[in-house]
């Protein structure tokens, strides 16, 4: 049975940053490949008791958990095959892994899909509703089911890292699902981030991650805007993994992203449009997209 979270009327003094992971049990989505696997590696250096590497790539997520246990024998990695855009599969896992593994301590919700086309020519289930499962609605599932664990346990500092996207603070033509799903993530994690603190479960702390494009075969074909180059997934796995160790709300690579949310913030939107357009080519940047194949 869900239970439903409480309040507190205060929080406990916090760790210092670097006591986050070590001792702590960690969830990662998405975690056999890319930047999940970078994720999965840092955890276990910096000693946590436990990983669940969920993901649907069965044989990578098995290969990692073998690796990882092999080089680090006092943590306990575990592959859990997890298609995140079924609520009922993620409703399982997560009390799997509870039973496994223990309640996790820190939440990374790093799995994403993207789809790159005009609007009128995605798929509506395939598409649509498939990159809204999983870029939005999945994390908010899994947090979910999660955070009355969190709540209830203030021995130790809480962290929830949600994946978004540069994409989800500016308009771009042919992403406009994608941005959407990640407008929706921000939208969410920014207000969770905010409930927590006001009810005065400050041992959580949430934090949003909004890169530009990362060199993951992702967004194979895309290209940066002016002044906006491809980051590599060491470079932007760093910055999101220090900024939640920190409890840092949002964080923004590279400094572009922010200077782009500050102009559209403040220019009127026919001129913003012109600028994105013409100055930093953000307007063109997924024209040759092709994704991972």
Not at 77 to 101: G, K, M, P
Not at 255 to 261: D, E, G, P
Request: overall charge positive.
């Amino acid at each position: 049975m869900t239970q439903t979270p409480k309040s507190h009327p205060s929080a406990p003094s916090q760790r210092t940053p670097g006591n986050v992971t070590a001792g702590a049990v960690v969830l990662i989505t998405g975690a056999a490949r890319g930047m999940g696997e970078l994720y999965a590696r840092r955890a276990a250096k910096e000693g946590a008791a436990a990983i669940a590497l969920w993901d649907v790539d069965a044989a990578r997520a098995k290969t990692l958990a073998t690796e990882l246990e092999a080089q680090h024998p006092a943590t306990r990695v575990r592959a859990y095959i997890v298609d995140i855009a079924d609520r009922e599969a993620v409703a399982r896992e997560a009390a799997r892994t509870r039973d496994e593994l223990g309640a996790p301590d820190i939440l990374v919700n790093n799995a994403g899909i993207v789809r790159g086309s005009l609007f009128w020519e995605h798929d509506p289930e395939r598409d649509i509703e498939l990159t809204m499962r999983v870029n939005s609605l999945a994390p908010m599932w899994i947090a979910r089911a999660l955070l009355p664990d969190m709540i209830a346990d203030r021995s130790r500092p809480k962290r929830i890292l949600n994946i978004a996207s540069a994409a989800g603070t500016l308009a771009n033509p042919n992403m406009s699902v994608y941005a959407s799903s990640k407008w929706a993530l921000i939208g969410w994690s920014e207000s969770l981030r905010l409930e927590l603190e006001k009810t005065g479960n400050r041992h959580i702390m949430v934090t949003t991650f909004c890169p530009s494009f990362i060199s993951t075969g992702m967004f194979e074909g895309a290209r940066g805007p002016l002044l906006t180059p491809i980051m590599t997934p060491v470079r932007a796995a760093r910055a999101a993994w220090e900024g939640m160790i920190a409890g840092t709300p949002m964080v923004t690579k590279p400094w572009t992203v922010k200077l782009a949310m500050a102009l559209r913030g403040v220019l009127p939107t026919r001129v913003w449009d012109l600028v994105a357009d013409k100055v930093f080519n953000v307007y063109s940047s997924m024209e040759k997209f092709t994704g991972r194949k």
